[in-house]
């Protein structure tokens, strides 16, 4: 069965502080990783990645994929009170002839001021 | 400023009644899922159909949910009959061609079943 582990379940920072959010996943026939920021209410897309080694970055955020060890990172550096949410990380794979889509629960960040 | 629209946003019924719920995914966009979240089981794909067709269903209880795109710009997910484990908020979330996973989420429909 697919898994997709996010670590830490949830975190509080200080403002200004630098953060790491892990993901590992376990699924057959990977095809992407994908990283969602959910506030009070729907999900926002974050990146997409494919490829191993390849960081993609949006401002404070930057995140990277080890296809080989099977996890991704997503750091988030000088921390404001408005990254205060619930990151979903989630996987695509291709099985059984059609696409799946498997979510993490979730790691919630609280920024303090 | 294009965005996905649910309705209804809140829905509460009673175990045994039917419950429909209507998407309007962003104009241009040919994949549309149907996601339902819980503080149990988190974020959970329940099907998503690319140029109205279903591709997956397979997150989805077969017995009682049914999910449809009667055209390009309603999509539609139905529980006959409904159970108090049904409460939850589904999310309807449409992605551009070539570029599906790149989502953009409805408000959501805050279901509860008495």
């Known amino acids: 069965e697919d898994k997709v582990v996010q670590s830490p379940l949830s975190l509080v920072v200080h403002e200004g502080d630098t953060v790491t959010l892990n993901c590992s996943y376990e699924v057959t026939n990977f095809r992407s990783l994908l990283w969602y920021k959910q506030e009070k209410k729907a999900p926002t897309f974050l990146f997409m990645l494919t490829s191993s080694g390849i960081e993609k970055k949006s401002g404070r955020l930057s995140s990277i994929l080890d296809k080989k060890e099977l996890f991704s990172i997503l750091n988030i550096t000088a921390t404001q009170t408005g990254d205060s949410a619930i990151y979903l990380c989630?996987?695509?794979?291709?099985?059984?002839?059609?696409?799946?889509?498997?979510f993490g629960k979730g790691t919630k960040l609280t920024v303090n001021p | 400023d294009a965005r996905v629209t649910q309705t209804p946003r809140h829905k509460v019924t009673e175990m045994g009644q039917e419950v429909t719920m209507r998407c309007q995914p962003i104009?241009?966009?040919?994949?549309v899922f149907w996601y339902r979240q819980t503080m149990m089981q988190g974020l959970e794909l329940l099907a998503y159909f690319r140029n109205r067709a279903p591709l997956d269903d397979s997150g989805m209880p077969k017995d009682r949910f049914s999910a449809e795109m009667p055209d390009a710009t309603l999509a539609t997910l139905k529980i006959q009959p409904s159970e108090p484990r049904d409460s939850a908020v589904y999310f309807c979330?449409?992605?551009?061609?070539?570029?599906?996973?790149?989502?953009?989420f409805g408000p959501g429909t805050r279901l509860t079943v008495t």
């Open positions: 989630a996987v695509t794979s291709f099985q059984g002839g059609s696409e799946k889509l498997v």
């Open positions: 979330a449409s992605g551009t061609p070539g570029r599906d996973y790149e989502q953009y």
């Open positions: 104009l241009g966009h040919n994949t």
